[in-house]
């Protein structure tokens, strides 16, 4: 199986739940549950592999700080390769804080700290040697590396060989197609989510959005769209939508769109297809949901492809 390099963003997620609505000042909120987990659009699909059973490893920057050990203790726990995790003495770990509604949707408080300030020049050809996949997780989010380094670094990936993937996170700057035109080009596949993908490209009809990737030097496309599951464009002339499993009730929303690109990656990794690559990433997301936290659901590859087998899709 192929290995996969999962770079950037990086966070502890504390993840309280339900809240449907904070309290006002001055006054106290009974909740549920409290949990603290690694998150992150490059963490978490990291751990998913791994779990998975897909070779990984993950390139990220941590502070010097308790999130930090957090953060590395916890991924090489799952079986991540960590030897690219990178401390930085002057910046705190990212955190977010997760409230998760009674309909298991979530929003976010983001402190961007470590993630903002990894470097692309600080990325080695050695930590990536060893890996066929390069995948960008969290575009947008990555202050330092966004645009002109992160293309860069792409188009070094690909004279090395490998293949480049990229994710996207939501924008709280709101410039959006500035931060990552520049990286476009060197990206064999991008899989943004639809919300995303509409802020990105200004389009909001998938063959639109599709299309506006397309013609800015994408090789393929994938666009998330939640419950409805993905669009599929792996060429121009090729086009197709894969449901995902609505009859399961989400229990927490969070990283269910990273579990969906461990998915597609696992299934690259290991030569299939684009749409059977695209089914068993709907599936991967719809174990993430089932659980509190971003990697908790995720079981390996082999009780994923006996939940397909056995459960219908609607």
Same mark, same amino acid.
């Given at each position: ?59 990220? =920057?941590?502070?010097?700080?308790? #999130?930090?050990?957090? @953060?590395? *203790?916890?991924?090489?726990?799952? %079986?991540? /390769? ?37 470097r692309a020049d ?26 002109a380094p992160c ?56 063959? =639109?959005?599709?299309?506006?990737? #397309?013609?800015?030097? @994408?090789? *393929?496309?994938?666009?998330?769209? %939640?419950? /409805? ?33 461990a998915g597609f ?50």
């Open positions: 199986m192929k290995k996969i390099c999962c770079i950037g963003s990086v966070t502890t997620d504390v993840i309280v739940s339900p809240v449907d609505a904070l309290p006002p000042a001055g006054t106290l909120q009974e909740t549920g549950h409290t949990s603290v987990h690694v998150g992150g659009c490059a963490s978490n699909p990291a751990i998913d592999l791994a779990k998975l059973g897909a070779p990984v490893r993950l390139i990220c =920057k941590v502070g010097c700080d308790s #999130f930090g050990d957090f @953060v590395a *203790q916890e991924c090489a726990q799952a %079986g991540v /390769d960590v030897s690219g995790i990178l401390r930085d003495p002057n910046v705190s770990t990212t955190t977010s804080i997760v409230c998760v509604n009674s309909q298991g949707e979530r929003s976010f408080l983001y402190n961007p700290g470590s993630t903002s300030a990894l600080e990325i080695t050809e050695e930590m990536l040697d060893g890996c066929d996949i390069i995948f960008i997780g969290g575009a947008m989010l990555l202050t330092a590396f966004d645009g293309g860069e670094l792409l188009r070094k990936a690909r004279e090395m060989g490998k293949f480049t993937v990229m994710d996207t996170a939501w924008d709280f700057e709101d410039r959006w197609m500035p931060k990552i035109r520049d990286a476009l080009p060197g990206l064999d596949l991008f899989m943004p989510s639809y919300d995303e993908a509409v802020k990105i490209s200004g389009e909001t009809e998938l063959a =639109k959005i599709a299309d506006a990737f #397309f013609d800015l030097g @994408v090789k *393929q496309v994938i666009i998330k769209t %939640g419950k /409805d599951g993905a669009y599929f464009a792996p060429s121009r002339d090729v086009r197709f939508s894969l449901p995902t499993y609505r009859s399961i009730k989400p229990v927490d929303t969070t990283g269910a769109g990273d579990s969906f690109c990656l696992c299934g690259l990794a290991q030569g299939w297809d684009f749409e059977a690559c695209g089914r068993f990433a709907n599936a991967v997301g719809t174990h993430c949901i089932q659980a509190v936290g971003a990697s908790t659901g995720i079981p390996s590859m082999e009780k994923v492809l006996e939940f397909m087998k056995n459960t219908p899709l609607e």
